[in-house]
């Protein structure tokens, strides 16, 4: 069995910094590609970052570009989130996300693509 621990999330003020942690765990996780999704209140899971066990590339969706860093580390098997420069629109519940199939790129953005998923750690962006 597959399981996804987020920790990290918390209250902090605009313009702050939090890092977000996802540790994996569960032998049938080959975690081919991992990813952020966040969910605002009231509204839809939306794409964060992705990143690919085959190349280390990441990927961002176009707003978070020079703010967010997403990094993998595959001794420890985790995932890591830096947020910096946070907004108050960015409060939001924040998932780790991970499949064992390696996506491709138009695919990582979509939330159907992943069958593991974090249980989602809050974050408040607030002054």
């Known amino acids: 069995q597959v399981q996804l621990l987020e920790s990290g999330g918390g209250f902090v003020q605009p313009g702050g910094s939090l890092r977000l942690s996802c540790a994996a765990s569960?032998?049938?996780?080959?975690?081919?590609?991992m990813a952020w999704f966040r969910q605002p209140p009231g509204k839809g899971r939306e794409f964060v970052a992705a990143v690919k066990r085959s190349s280390g590339t990441p990927s961002y969706a176009n707003s978070l570009k020079g703010r967010f860093t997403i990094r993998r580390d595959y001794a420890k098997n985790t995932l890591s989130l830096q947020m910096n420069s946070l907004k108050p629109e960015e409060t939001a519940v924040y998932y780790c996300?991970?499949?064992?199939?390696?996506?491709?790129?138009?695919?990582?953005?979509?939330?159907?693509?992943?069958?593991?998923w974090g249980q989602g750690t809050p974050v408040t962006v607030s002054s």
């Open positions: 996300a991970a499949t064992n199939r390696l996506l491709i790129t138009s695919a990582l953005a979509v939330n159907e693509e992943y069958e593991f």
């Open positions: 569960g032998r049938a996780f080959t975690g081919q590609t």
